[in-house]
């Protein structure tokens, strides 16, 4: 994980040079506060990474000593398709609509499908097909 702490680091560098030179060439405060913002978080990443990387053990892709079956075995659980996420951003999409337009009647509804789709969302593995 060292790695992957160097290159949060040489990104968050990158970022707090970009951002005063951004500012000089533009005068612009919008850009100027994301770069400043993403260099705030390839910092808080790059320290996370860090920190946790001095207290563990190598793994066998960080040692120059590591074979390729060290790294076998379970890598986690991935879950297969889902079509949740699909009607999720559709209520999204209707409430984003009627927030826009004002139409408060379209709002209950989106909310009332919104509820819906993330309870279906949240509970798609306790039945169907890949119930556990």
Do not use: Q
């Not at 994980?1 to 005068?27: D, H, Q, R, S």
């Not at 612009?28 to 910092?43: D, N, Q, S």
């Not at 892709?61 to 949740?84: M, T, V």
């Amino acid at each position: 994980m060292k790695n992957e702490a160097w290159i949060f680091g040489i990104t968050a560098i990158f970022f707090v040079l970009i951002a005063p030179t951004y500012w000089l060439i533009t005068g612009e405060w919008v850009g100027t506060t994301a770069l400043v913002m993403t260099a705030l978080l390839a910092i808080m990443i790059g320290l996370y990474l860090g920190f946790h990387a001095a207290k563990m053990d190598a793994r066998p892709e960080d040692r120059e000593d590591g074979e390729i079956a060290e790294g076998a075995g379970e890598l986690g659980f991935f879950p297969p398709y889902s079509w949740w996420p699909l009607w999720c951003s559709i209520t999204f999409s209707i409430v984003t609509y009627s927030v826009a337009y004002g139409a408060w009647w379209l709002t209950i509804i989106g909310g009332v499908f919104g509820m819906i789709t993330i309870i279906g969302w949240v509970f798609e593995y306790y039945r169907g097909e890949h119930a556990h």
